[in-house]
């Protein structure tokens, strides 16, 4: 760990709630903990809820040169482009992600053709997680295409890259609901805290890695591969 | 790149095939021209179908000790532990995994408490990819049900982790079937052979740094979280 | 067939493209190619483009109560609630549904609670669909959450209720995109054909069933149950 | 629900746990919870553990003919071809559905070409349900695969077809476990006592609809199709 530098990694979390603020988002009180274990390392750390901005949903960079009067999204994008870690995190509604969780990934999608200097996606070096609150059931569901969407556009997952709490099947609190004895739903369940700490330290490592060691661009650069570069590639056999 | 060694890492790549050797597996076409690659970088690369053993269902490493008459799965586990990099290769049935596919899953996920000696799960400074052919659909379903699982009980997911042929909706050839001009199903698809490029360079240029720079021993190790060290976790506000 | 009455049946096509009309909506296409069949039987067919209101996102029939300046959907709500067949038809981004189509079911979802005279969900007696357009995969992922989500809240899933087009993988033409010999992708496509025609009839022969013997109101009623019936059920025995 | 008759009814249950017997069965118990409601009213209820069986996977109905030495499923297949009710049940493994299920899938799916005397699939007039016990996570993602494979096999899927049990997200235990004060997990849940019941009513009543009014064999019927019948199809308008 000791050649390892937090101190200038970015992370950006999106609380894709359906909850407008102010009114309370369980789903922040968790990304808040997470983060707060990234700032002590010293990374910068941001969130915001998709919600709280009038995004339209599309799969271009901007959406008022197809047809919408308003598009939050390009004022939105430079927070993505800088962070080194990007956490996606929401509800869960029957069993799945919130539509603004769709968004958000349509968004991402969107910029996922956009190249560095080096000729790899934006994405590449860049790492992502996921959390989610629920009330009963989703958790895997949601992460599972939450962290394939992102791989798919760039990002590298690094172990445990999911986290969040979920109660028991059926009607039930919220995370960090005040029940009737005074505590909160969910805040003293080790599991969660345990994973939330994980998946923090795990996206700072692997951040901190890809810092210091970006992936090569070699053999991963569509540039090169249209230009007839085979890196290897020879036709299959029958 | 000059820094990073390819020579001495070894891969595996998981045929969950339906179909038992000596009869053809659609699969293997692909694993084969995406090992090839590796080779070429000097990756000791090895493959197994998994239908060719009689590997039990379940969630412990030796059934054999869960009522089982039989189970080479203990036989087949130091070829995983012994890889840095596992493919999850298969065929996708009603859109989804193969039997096979999860059977292998349940039984990687029985070593997933296995800690080495850092004290991180077995799985960790591992990478993960997924490689399906199917006729019609499902390619990305299944992906990111596999490359999910990997994560989960530790592997690294490098970006664009999967690969593969899907052909047109409907009843129709499976990749590299004979055509009635002499080509073979899927063969000349960019798309399949760019991706399956990619995904083996991605998959060695990741290994390679972890071997390099593994992630550090903190925050994320399940025995000292055990022993009450918290890494800088505060509970959290309401 | 002959005391099957389909006259009397409304049939009502959510179109959860992320096109604004007059845009041109592949899915569209394959709505009224679907939609058409019905209409020879008599059926009443309507179809929407959610993306054409401003319906806000959320699990709230009527949003305005919850912050949001502006909310379509309870204009849109009496179609849902008159029509005895649903079908939601979407395209597929990153091999899942639009937000679209998510934002949809979260607000058919609202609705959930709400019963009948006879005390069932207003949802039940009604049958549901779905409809997919995508260049390459992920229809039977799209149609697994919809169809679901759908039976979740009170619908009936008849046999084969989803139906669509996918091309080979990777880029390429889009549904009833005119190709270099004049042809439309998929417009031949017996499979896609075969399936929507099935998918037209089976929700018709279902919707008309259902019209004539209702889901007898009994063992399934929510009021009921928290009266203290108990339907048989008795306490699992360990 | 006067002319519903119940009594003629026969129920499957095939339960897909990865654990033999005589060892107990966490699945079991919500199986036989379930299946006594049905029992009440008449129905022969039935079940096995796919895993008691030597069941090879595959897509074809006798696997012996494909180079398996055991394949308990022709015997078992005369069990599903009798029953009006099939129930998927099974645990839950990563947030998935356990490779036994898979298995149980593949097998049922080898049949769906077979047809009756009216050229409906024999799964036709059928419908179909499913269970999950967890400690967690995972029963609607779950249910919505086992659902969708049997909806596209040919199965009528009524509504809130799906019930279970999760505990809190985290280790805990399994649905039945002895707690230490005598109770047992899950027993006492409203939710999901109140769910079992409702599925196994609404599984009866579609059962007994369609005993009594058939899905029409017109506009659905494969050979039909293949014959040049178009049942009103026109193709789509560019």
Redesign the interface.
Known sequence: ?AD?KYGDLNALFINTT?T?SP?TSHTQ??I??CG??ME??GVSVESFRA?DYTIA???QPNMRK???DDDAWPELWPKVKNADILVLAGPI???????????I??RL?AHSAQVGDDGL?V??QKVGGALFTGN??????C???V???L????????????A????????GPSY?D?MDDGS?AG????????N???L???L???AA??K??P??A???V?SA?EDGE?????????
């Open positions: 760990m390892l359906l407008k009114e009180t968790l808040d903990m707060a274990i002590k390392q919600v949903p599309g799969v197809a047809g919408w509604w029957l069993g799945d992600n919130s539509s603004e969780m769709k968004k990934i349509e999608y996606p994405y590449y009963e059931d989703g958790l895997k569901h992460a599972m295409n962290l394939y969407s791989g798919h556009i760039g990002y590298t997952i690094p172990p445990d890259a999911d969040g709490w979920l109660g028991e099947i059926g009607p960090g005040k909160h805040f003293e369940r080790n599991f969660t805290n345990q939330t700490t994980f923090a330290w795990n700072m490592h692997m890695i890809l210091q060691h992936i090569p070699h053999g991963n569509p591969w085979r890196f290897g590639f020879e036709p299959p056999q029958a």
